[in-house]
């Protein structure tokens, strides 16, 4: 009975310690993320449903939005969203892993972003600037969105838009 104490014991150590190193890997790549625009958003690493890599996107000091990795679908762009003199877009790399082109645009402006991968599944891309479309490119596949407004609330001013009109 003694063996097994111990055993469990330091079973228990190490299980300890290695989640503590999974929370200073993921920390560091949130560190990195949250320096750009803490004041607009933030976005962090977590997990999902059955234990799986998933993004958290924070705008505002509200969840915004989550994505898990090896979802039923898995999108190139999940979504984009802009506050005062920020844009933001995110989404799930090619199942290649390949680059990823993101360029945020609208009436003047065509502006290519930096594109920051996380946790090797997810990528964020950020500019300082007001855009109407974000669109994304990757090797195999192409996608593109209008870029959500947000209120100083940290809600979404949903706008409907009808393409017949």
Do not use: K
Not at 32 to 40: I, K, N
Not at 89 to 95: D, K, M, N, S, V
Not at 134 to 151: D, F, I, K, L, T
Request: net charge positive; charged share 25%.
């Amino acid at each position: 009975m003694t063996v097994m104490a111990s055993g469990s014991v330091e079973h228990r150590a190490a299980a300890r310690d290695a989640a503590a190193a999974e929370d200073t890997a993921a920390a560091e790549d949130t560190a990195a993320v949250e320096g750009v625009r803490a004041a607009g958003y933030r976005a962090r690493l977590a997990r999902g449903t059955g234990g799986r890599a998933a993004l958290e996107i924070h705008v505002d000091g509200g969840l915004y939005d989550v994505t898990v990795a090896d979802g039923f679908t898995r999108s190139l762009l999940r979504g984009a969203v802009q506050g005062p003199g920020w844009a933001l877009a995110w989404g799930q790399l090619p199942p290649d892993g390949g680059p990823v082109q993101v360029s945020f645009t609208g009436r003047r402006v065509d502006l290519p972003a930096e594109v920051r991968v996380l946790g090797g599944r997810f990528w964020i891309a950020e500019a300082a600037v007001r855009a109407r479309r974000v669109v994304v490119a990757a090797p195999s596949e192409r996608a593109g969105s209008r870029v959500a407004n947000v209120s100083r609330a940290g809600r979404r001013r949903l706008r409907v838009w009808n393409a017949g009109s």
